[in-house]
């Protein structure tokens, strides 16, 4: 299984289909004619946010699946897949690909993402799991303790690298080189040629979400970059 998913999206462009129920799109059903507009397009993956969208774009799509649950926990800044319990829910949903938080950060029973992991892997020995990293040091980390894919997702998200000039190539690059796991970009890319300059650093794939899928972002996006007149 394992490389049968790496081949599929190796190369490619996986969008991000996800809207939180703050967002104009938020529907599993909207989120699923996301996703198979994305096919139509030539999208070799899907990054998708809780159980409930991902059982509406299976529907519709047979391409791999980044699953992830954003959930909020009090007084904690995880929120990608915090704990076992949204682990558990992505693995019975048959997701290919679980995308969790690994950044540094406490996680919202207290454990540390060594802590966290060990238990995940002893559960879940064949199921591929993605780190969604801040910067190097925690991609590094996250190749050593048995993720099985390094993302840059959570890169200009935490405290310590916020600022961060997004897509970050020089990061990408330096984990494509040293982790010896396959990196999958994401963060920032708003041009094909963004999207073609991430690719060349050698990472695996890159994830496009905002650009695509979020109208409502990419309509200030147009308006705060041309100066033209804002609907009163």
Request: aromatic content about 6%; hydrophobic content about 35%.
């Amino acid at each position: 299984m394992y490389y049968e998913v790496l081949d599929k999206i190796r190369g490619g462009m996986i969008v991000s289909c996800q809207a939180l129920k703050s967002e104009p799109l938020y529907s599993s059903y909207i989120m699923s004619r996301m996703a198979y507009a994305a096919k139509e397009g030539g999208a070799v993956g899907i990054r998708a946010n809780t159980v409930e969208d991902i059982k509406e774009i299976k529907k519709t799509v047979d391409l791999p699946i980044i699953g992830i649950v954003k959930q909020d926990y009090e007084g904690c800044e995880v929120y990608i897949t915090p704990t076992m319990k949204e682990i558990d829910a992505l693995v019975e949903c048959g997701v290919d690909i679980i995308a969790t938080d690994c950044t540094k950060r406490i996680r919202p029973d207290g454990k540390t993402l060594d802590e966290f992991f060990a238990e995940v892997r002893a559960k879940y020995p064949d199921q591929l799991f993605m780190a969604d990293c801040s910067c190097y040091e925690e991609g590094i980390h996250a190749a050593q303790i048995g993720l099985d894919l390094i993302g840059t997702t959570m890169n200009g998200y935490t405290e310590y690298t916020k600022g961060s000039s997004l897509p970050n190539l020089d990061l990408i690059k330096r984990l494509v080189e040293d982790t010896g796991k396959p990196v999958i970009a994401e963060g920032g890319i708003w041009t094909p040629e963004q999207l073609k300059d991430v690719l060349a650093t050698g990472a695996l794939a890159a994830v496009v979400g905002t650009a695509i899928t979020r109208p409502r972002d990419i309509t200030r996006h147009f308006i705060s970059g041309s100066g033209c007149r804002v609907r009163e």
